[in-house]
């Protein structure tokens, strides 16, 4: 949103410091956000008007792809820069390792004020919150979380109580997320009719995929059509929630000399592959996420076609705030500091390294996709594990786990050709399949290097019955 002209007339009618002020951030991550399903990708549907307006006025990295389906190990590597299995943060309790300098430690360093705020469960770990002075969970009772608007004012408020102090700020608005539960005003913008008994993604549905399958769920059902318009409707959710927070900035008079990133930490699965949610595979359907950069005044509006990965963000938030790193990263500059889009064509990495359910990794070169699984659980075995989840995730804490199992899966695919990912091209492209592996070696290699031994594997931690019914109720 650009500040209106009285705004900045006002604001040099009150003179000019000796020094110019430093640059604000805010890090935005919506949760379980599609990019195919915002306007601004193309999606028919008007879910997200505020974010298609903000998209005209930043630099929108067309094809951003997220670190994991997961949302801890996605946080984690966006927080530091490095890749699940380089850092070691892997796995259900992945959280960001100690000897490495984050998004808040790296702007507290430089004197930032730094605000930490979310809208879910999944972030509970200090490590996450390192270096950030305020730190604030607002969930709603029942892990539910409906609480963006609440969310936007919070932010609003600590941007009041930094005063002229540069701020940092990163911002984890749950919905999306299931279970969907928005208005029903929003959903009326969707359906002429909301379904009268809709079924529940995770008291239900995931747990009996493939029954459901069976008896027609699926496109043009009216129970796969209706979760469909309940996930839309909670993005146009969040989409309202983060007007206000635009508006709250331009009304305070900080928001053009404020740096915004916008991204999601993963997709949602609507049968693309024959499942539902997250964290089971490396499919696009959970990888591909919006990517905005937005800072009026310094990035020109533009649309960069390259493939880039979430692990770029923190380097270039450094880069084009003066902020100093002295870690390398896995990630990339995006930006050059005169705010020009660098688009050096490189690698992009994907994992997902939960060892109760899925193994896998992928590596994307121009439009070739090679994911590479050394665990793989069929529907039905995904639909008996989740009916008793934390007695297998409890269970697979205590043994080893080693990340590099032997290979069991390969898959190999066009995405220029099919974006669906539908046609496994592993048999009839094999010297294509050889180089990509190769690249996949050449990553095990670094990362075996680098790597504290399942440094960030993390603990379970202690939880009370309150907390557990609470991660029930969003699949957890």
């Not at 310094?298 to 002295?326: A, F, N």
């Not at 080893?400 to 898959?411: A, I, K, L, N, T």
Request: aromatic share 10%.
């Amino acid at each position: 949103m650009r500040v209106p002209a009285s705004a900045l007339a006002l604001l040099f009618a009150c003179g000019s410091p000796s020094e110019p002020a430093r640059s604000n951030l805010v890090v935005i991550v919506v949760d379980t956000l599609r990019a195919d399903h915002l306007g601004l990708h193309g999606y028919e549907r008007d879910t997200s008007p505020f974010l298609d307006e903000i998209a005209q006025q930043g630099m929108v990295f067309e094809n951003a792809q997220s670190v994991s389906s997961f949302t801890r190990e996605s946080v984690s590597a966006l927080l530091t820069g490095y890749l699940p299995s380089t850092s070691g943060s892997i796995g259900w309790y992945a959280t960001p390792p100690e000897h490495l300098p984050t998004l808040g430690t790296s702007y507290a360093q430089e004197g930032y004020r730094t605000g930490f705020f979310t809208t879910t469960l999944m972030l509970p770990d200090p490590a996450y919150a390192r270096g950030f002075e305020s730190v604030e969970h607002l969930v709603k009772k029942g892990g539910v979380s409906g609480k963006g608007q609440a969310l936007s004012e919070r932010a609003l408020e600590f941007v009041r109580e930094c005063g002229d102090d540069p701020f940092m700020m990163y911002l984890h608005y749950f919905d999306p997320h299931g279970p969907y539960d928005p208005p029903e005003e929003l959903m009326l913008r969707y359906t002429d009719e909301i379904h009268p008994d809709p079924v529940g993604l995770y008291t239900q549905l995931r747990k009996r995929v493939p029954e459901y399958v069976s008896k027609g769920f699926g496109p043009g059902d009216p129970l796969f059509e209706d979760q469909q318009v309940r996930y839309d409707a909670e993005i146009t959710w969040t989409d309202q929630a983060l007007k206000s927070l635009f508006d709250g900035l331009t009304a305070q008079g900080v928001a053009d000399n404020t740096l915004v990133v916008i991204t999601s930490d993963h997709g949602e699965e609507f049968l693309e592959h024959g499942f539902v949610e997250h964290a089971w595979t490396l499919y696009q359907e959970v990888l591909h996420v919006p990517l905005i950069f937005w800072w009026p005044g310094t990035l020109e509006p533009s649309r960069i076609p390259e493939r880039v990965s979430l692990v770029d963000v923190l380097p270039t938030v450094q880069q084009l705030q003066g902020i100093e790193s002295t870690e390398p990263s896995d990630g990339h500059r995006l930006i050059d500091p005169q705010g020009r889009p660098l688009t050096e064509r490189t690698p992009t990495l994907s994992e997902l390294l939960i060892q109760h359910r899925n193994v896998l990794r992928s590596v994307t070169v121009g439009p070739w996709k090679y994911i590479q699984t050394r665990k793989w659980l069929n529907l039905r075995q995904r639909t008996e594990l989740v009916r008793n989840e934390r007695k297998h995730e409890q269970a697979a804490l205590k043994v080893d786990f080693d990340p590099w199992g032997p290979v069991v899966r390969e898959e190999l695919y066009n995405l220029t050709d099919d974006p669906r990912e539908t046609q496994n091209l592993k048999k009839s492209k094999p010297e294509l399949l050889e180089q990509l592996q190769a690249v996949m070696q050449l990553f095990e290699k670094r990362a075996r290097e680098t790597s504290p031994e399942q440094g960030g594997r993390g603990e379970a931690p202690e939880l009370d019955e309150a907390m557990l019914e609470a991660l029930k109720a969003i699949g957890y």
